[in-house]
């Protein structure tokens, strides 16, 4: 059964600014809306308790800025902005990659990167790659901003480091991964349109063939994205050989909790995750030679 149209309020304010307010004089009553590609699932299969929206497709969040060191993705650029963006595809590959991962065309042009966030899916496309390339979050309200680093914002199942009042202003990224190597994958159902059983993401720097810098960002493997720290301090000064990679495999393995669910078991999970963690370590080694 559908959801009844009469059950939701939708203003749309028109600017960042009256966005900003509203949600700081109302805190917790307005919930904001982007591209709405995880909401209409809910209100199309009649799931989406009645509530108050306020729309954030705003331009001042739907820009991308080459700024020095730094690119700037605002909180309402689309997956297919992201994806055409000369700047990412150059500076950031894994990135457009995971944008053009998510979902089919209709929903990179209408799903943002801030609502994917924010939406906070253990399964999404993005987190790993913003986990391996060290992201950074510019969050705004009417208070101000303030910018934490993007390992920081998730903290528990669907619960972030967010207040009620606050949007998610930009995603910011380091240019300083050109010369890393790279490693990014995705396991599905199928090829286009699926949600990922577990994706992994990550960049790496080794020295003379043993790792001196390494960033490890999974997905579908925990109740928030993970970021897998322990296995990269595993990883840190080793040469990447075999007993180096059967000791990441036994980290990840203890790192994750994969769960049981429609689509993959933990099980198969546990077992792909230490999977793509060798094949990955075992490409940057080859890459490195």
Same mark, same amino acid.
């Given at each position: 059964?559908?959801?009844?149209?009469?059950?939701? %309020?939708?203003?749309?304010?028109?600017?960042?600014?009256?966005?900003?307010?509203? =949600?700081?004089?109302?805190?917790?009553?307005? *919930?904001?809306?982007?591209?709405?590609?995880?909401?209409?699932?809910?209100?199309?299969?009649?799931?989406?308790?009645?509530?108050?929206?306020?729309?954030?497709?705003?331009?001042?969040?739907?820009?991308?800025?080459?700024?020095?060191?730094? +690119?700037?993705?605002?909180?309402?650029?689309?997956?297919?902005?992201?994806?055409?963006?000369?700047?990412? %595809?150059?500076?950031?590959?894994?990135?457009?990659?995971?944008?053009?991962?998510?979902?089919?065309?209709?929903?990179?042009?209408?799903? *943002?990167?801030?609502?994917?966030?924010?939406?906070?899916?253990?399964?999404?496309?993005?987190?790993?790659?913003?986990?391996?390339?060290?992201?950074?979050?510019?969050?705004?309200?009417?208070?101000?901003?303030?910018?934490?680093?993007?390992?920081?914002?998730?903290?528990?199942?669907?619960?972030?480091?967010? $207040?009620?009042?606050?949007?998610?202003?930009?995603?910011?990224?380091?240019?300083?991964?050109? $010369?890393? =190597?790279?490693?990014?994958?995705?396991?599905?159902?199928?090829?286009?349109?699926?949600?990922?059983? +577990?994706?992994?993401?990550?960049?790496?720097?080794?020295?003379?063939?043993?790792?001196?810098?390494?960033?490890?960002?999974?997905?579908?493997?925990?109740?928030?994205?993970?970021?897998?720290? $322990?296995?990269?301090?595993?990883?840190?000064?080793?040469? =990447?050989?075999?007993?180096?990679? =059967?000791?990441?495999?036994?980290?990840?393995?203890?790192?994750?909790?994969?769960?049981?669910? +429609?689509?993959?078991?933990?099980?198969?999970?546990?077992?792909?995750?230490?999977?793509?963690?060798?094949?990955?370590?075992?490409?940057?080694?080859?890459?490195?030679?």
């Amino acid at each position: 059964m559908r959801s009844y149209p009469a059950d939701y %309020q939708l203003v749309t304010p028109g600017n960042l600014d009256a966005v900003l307010r509203l =949600l700081h004089e109302e805190p917790g009553r307005w *919930t904001p809306i982007a591209g709405g590609t995880e909401i209409m699932v809910l209100y199309g299969a009649g799931k989406l308790a009645p509530r108050e929206f306020v729309s954030i497709l705003v331009t001042e969040l739907r820009e991308i800025v080459e700024d020095g060191g730094w +690119i700037s993705i605002g909180g309402g650029c689309s997956f297919t902005q992201i994806r055409r963006h000369p700047g990412i %595809q150059k500076h950031f590959p894994i990135v457009a990659q995971c944008a053009s991962w998510t979902g089919g065309i209709a929903n990179q042009n209408r799903g *943002t990167l801030g609502g994917n966030l924010a939406n906070a899916s253990p399964a999404a496309d993005s987190p790993p790659a913003l986990f391996a390339y060290g992201a950074e979050l510019e969050l705004i309200s009417a208070r101000g901003k303030r910018r934490i680093p993007y390992e920081e914002f998730h903290l528990g199942y669907k619960k972030t480091a967010l $207040a009620a009042d606050e949007l998610i202003g930009a995603v910011l990224l380091p240019r300083r991964f050109d $010369a890393s =190597l790279r490693y990014v994958r995705k396991v599905g159902t199928r090829n286009a349109q699926a949600i990922s059983k +577990i994706c992994v993401a990550a960049t790496a720097r080794l020295n003379h063939g043993r790792v001196e810098e390494i960033r490890i960002g999974m997905g579908s493997v925990a109740p928030t994205p993970l970021r897998l720290s $322990a296995t990269e301090n595993v990883l840190l000064g080793a040469e =990447l050989n075999d007993t180096a990679i =059967l000791e990441a495999r036994r980290t990840v393995a203890g790192e994750t909790a994969p769960i049981d669910d +429609i689509r993959s078991t933990a099980a198969y999970r546990t077992l792909v995750a230490g999977n793509l963690l060798e094949e990955m370590l075992r490409t940057f080694a080859g890459a490195a030679r």
